[in-house]
């Protein structure tokens, strides 16, 4: 008798646990909450977010002081069994504000608080994050997004940007003064550039298309890909374009 009843136990748990893993199970969406602050003497962005889409723009006005403007919106989707879960209790459980170490690097990450083993069985919670950052034209910029879109405007310096799957899009409107690297999974870069820029290019697509109406880029066309790589402009080109898009395209136009 007490291993039946062990037994109706064990079965009613794992009924439980593959209702939650079904995709029966119902989904929610809490609020979006919004945070807004200000950093300063800032030299470095690093921004990790698992999903969202991530906005950077270099402001010259910001470039005398280091001042980083931060707006970070966040929600959260709740799958649970029947729906018992609140969405809205677990939105103050993503931790997404960013922090300024004393060498001036600014981190954004995306973390989820310690919940209970209850709660981590048969609540799945999915974050969402997106920012908007306004910073110094030439601060180093490092950026990855999992799933989401990244814009990034008027940062001519250094800048590191990876996608799992989403669009890139760069806007240099005074050019490439630095090391500008994008890594694409799986969809576009579009990088808009003064039409009389100059700029050292290493560009490539595994599976896809790369197009430069606007520029004579030495295009390489394979089977599936392109590479392109190359000099536009004269020998003092100070600026690197190097990007790596796995399945998508890349398209280099003039502004």
Not at 169 to 195: F, K, M
């Amino acid at each position: 008798m007490q291993r039946t009843s062990k037994l109706r136990i064990v079965t009613m748990m794992l009924v439980m646990i593959a209702a939650v893993l079904l995709p029966g199970c119902i989904k929610d969406s809490s609020k979006v909450l919004v945070e807004e602050v200000e950093l300063y003497a800032a030299t470095e962005l690093s921004i990790s977010n698992p999903l969202g889409n991530v906005k950077v723009a270099g402001a010259e006005v910001n470039n005398n002081d280091g001042m980083v403007y931060v707006r970070t919106e966040k929600f959260v989707d709740a799958y649970s069994l029947f729906g018992f879960a609140s969405p809205d209790e677990y939105v103050d459980k993503v931790v997404a504000t960013p922090t300024i170490n004393d060498e001036g690097k600014i981190e954004m990450g995306v973390e989820m608080a310690q919940r209970s083993l209850f709660e981590r069985l048969f609540v799945r919670i999915v974050p969402h994050v997106s920012r908007v950052v306004e910073a110094p034209t030439l601060i180093s910029t490092d950026a990855e997004v999992q799933f989401g879109d990244m814009e990034l405007r008027n940062l001519p310096g250094d800048v590191n940007a990876v996608v799992s799957v989403g669009k890139v899009t760069a806007d240099s409107p005074i050019g490439v003064v630095g090391e500008q690297r994008y890594d694409i999974n799986v969809g576009e870069l579009e990088l808009r550039v003064p039409e009389g820029a100059g700029f050292e290019y290493d560009l490539s697509v595994d599976m896809g298309k790369a197009e430069s109406n606007d520029f004579d880029l030495d295009l390489q066309h394979r089977f599936m890909g392109v590479r392109a790589s190359g000099l536009k402009g004269g020998l003092d080109t100070p600026g690197l374009v190097a990007a790596k898009v796995n399945i998508g395209a890349i398209a280099v136009k003039a502004r």
